[in-house]
């Protein structure tokens, strides 16, 4: 079995972040492994509090992970400091890791900035030349790029512009108003778009963390970047089109709705 690690924050409600990865990386067929950045005591309705791994000890999860059962791919969601990210991006590098994602969580759907300013400088420093695929979406490639996103067009320029400043391939996502559903892939190959299905669901919590994930699951089994990324992108409007509703918020996606056998089997 291919395995992939997921390093990112824990979501104590279950719908985003390790916890969403790891449901993802599983129904996506490899084995899941984790180095957690930050806890978090959220819900469907926000964050209520969070606390920060410290440097030395994610640094001692990836030794951890790495040098026992070594990861096929790599995704990196959120993390908030540039120390942080500097022990990640050390460690990948000392371990000479493959099949890295990089889903730079920085700005929300609501326009808030995620984490500081420096943070921001290090992860484009460090992490994202490592990468072999970043995930931003329109307001975090508005911020990679330095300009304005408002159509297909704007999309293809401004992802060329993020793939030959950091050199790794970039999937920008659609929505925010903006080619809603349709994603664009700037790689090797040249542009590439990805239509998708709009799902008229309000309970999108942790779409991002499902997609990129999938991703890296793909890619660990061996999949070329773009059949990784269609792989994913079906994945997940499977899970958005189960229409699972818990919560009072933007709940959770059913990352489960393609399990079948005994055990997934509602009592009588």
């Given at each position: 079995?291919?395995?992939?690690l997921?390093?990112?924050?824990s979501?104590?409600s ?8 790891l449901k993802t990386?599983?129904?996506?067929g490899?084995?899941a492994m984790t180095?957690i950045?930050?806890l978090?005591?959220q819900?469907t ?5 969070i606390?920060e791994a ?7 999860q ?6 026992d059962?070594?990861p096929?791919a ?8 540039p120390?942080?990210i ?9 371990y ?7 889903d ?10 995620l984490?500081?300013p420096?943070?921001v ?5 460090e992490l994202l030349?490592?990468?072999i695929?970043?995930?931003p979406?329109?307001?975090e ?5 330095g300009c304005t996103i408002?159509?297909p067009?704007?999309?293809?320029a401004?992802?060329?512009?993020i793939?030959d400043?950091y ?5 920008l996502?659609?929505g925010?108003r903006?080619n809603d559903a ?5 790689w090797d ?8 299905k709009?799902?008229?669901?309000p309970?999108t919590h942790?779409?991002?963390?499902t997609?990129s ?6 890619l660990?089994k ?5 059949v990784a990324?269609g ?13 699972l509703?818990l919560g009072?918020g933007?709940g ?6 393609d399990l ?5 089997r509602?009592?009588?």
């Open positions: 079995m291919k395995t992939a997921s390093i990112a924050g979501d104590s279950g719908g985003a972040g390790i916890q969403a990865d990386m599983t129904m996506n490899v084995f180095a950045t930050a978090t005591a819900n309705t926000g964050v209520q509090a606390q410290t440097p030395d000890f994610l640094r001692q990836l030794d951890s992970v790495f040098t059962i070594r096929d790599v995704k990196i969601g959120m993390v908030s400091s120390e942080l500097s022990v990640i991006a050390d460690r990948l590098r000392f000479g890791a493959e099949n890295i994602v990089v730079p969580v920085m700005v929300a759907t609501s326009g808030a900035r984490i500081r420096e943070a400088e290090t992860l484009t420093r030349p490592l990468a695929v970043a995930t979406n329109i307001p490639a508005e911020l990679l790029a408002d159509s067009a704007a999309m293809e401004a992802a060329q512009v793939r400043r050199g790794c391939a970039v999937l996502k659609g925010h903006v349709n994603d664009l892939l700037c190959a040249g542009l590439q778009w990805f239509e998708g709009r799902i008229d669901n309970n942790g779409t991002g963390c997609l994930s999938a991703i890296a699951a793909n660990a061996g999949y070329p970047l773009a990324v792989r994913a992108k079906e994945y997940l409007t499977g899970a958005l089109s189960a229409m509703d009072k933007s959770p996606m059913n990352h489960a709705w079948q056998g005994e055990f997934a509602e009592s009588d």
